[in-house]
């Protein structure tokens, strides 16, 4: 486990490392570049996992699974909400359905916790969530990211994944994704990139989702402005936080 400063979770547990660069909101996944900065600080388990590219690190595309990690949900006695793969993605093609199971396995023996998984694959998640030895958890929340107009079929995706709570990630906000539906989603949370090279969030794109929220009773979640300087930036829309969270009896 390691703690984090993400502000809708507690933690993080990455029984899966490495990904594919997929879409626009991929170009400068933070992921990458912690990976490679624990390459370089001699953690064997990101070792040849991204690759430099000009002055950045991509990833090469390469799975490594952590047998070691697997069961370390067992030992934590205190309930959290734990993001699942933030230096991953679960359901990434290469990670075969037996393991995915093992994880699975996991979160159904430790229901003190609360898991976020989040992919950019949920037509792969509805495909193998669907099938045996797969039941919804109740406390396991399944979500899609959405970085712009040009990937909202993965809403539709994540409609179809049997799930006890869905949500969705729009970050990093790099588009309006006002031709969006959000029925069947109940947690929507927004952010915008950041980073040395982050792409603008323009605050309309905020407020067309905080009306969508609205409409479809989606619980909305403002993480952050983002930029160079996130922390200067800060997380405040309109004078204040929002930091709701989906009702647990959806």
Not at 16 to 36: E, P
Not at 41 to 57: F, I
């Amino acid at each position: 486990m390691a703690e984090t400063s993400i502000e809708w979770t507690d933690a993080t547990w990455n029984p899966v490392a490495g990904c594919t660069v997929l879409t626009a909101g991929c170009t400068n996944c933070y992921a990458m570049r912690m990976a490679a900065r624990l390459e370089a600080m001699g953690t064997e388990k990101y070792r040849g996992l991204t690759r430099k590219s000009g002055r950045r690190a991509v990833w090469t595309g390469k799975i490594r699974l952590d047998e070691k990690s697997l069961d370390s949900p067992r030992a934590w006695s205190k309930p959290r909400k734990v993001f699942v793969n933030s230096m991953s993605d679960l359901f990434h093609n290469d990670v075969p359905v037996e393991f995915i199971a093992r994880v699975w396995a996991v979160m159904r023996e430790t229901p003190r916790h609360t898991y976020q998984i989040l992919t950019k694959r949920p037509e792969r998640m509805a495909e193998v969530l669907s099938q045996a030895p797969f039941e919804i958890l109740p406390n396991v929340w399944l979500g899609a990211s959405v970085e712009d107009g040009r990937v909202l079929g993965r809403l539709d995706a994540l409609r179809r994944v049997p799930a006890s709570i869905r949500f969705v990630s729009l970050e990093p906000l790099i588009g309006s994704v006002a031709a969006s539906d959000l029925t069947g989603i109940h947690w929507a949370i927004v952010g915008g990139e950041s980073g040395p090279r982050a792409r603008e969030m323009k605050p309309e794109w905020v407020d067309e989702i905080e009306a969508m929220c609205r409409r479809t009773g989606t619980a909305f979640f403002f993480k952050q402005w983002g930029g160079k300087n996130k922390k200067a930036a800060g997380r405040l829309l309109r004078g204040r936080t929002y930091d709701e969270l989906p009702a647990l009896s959806m």
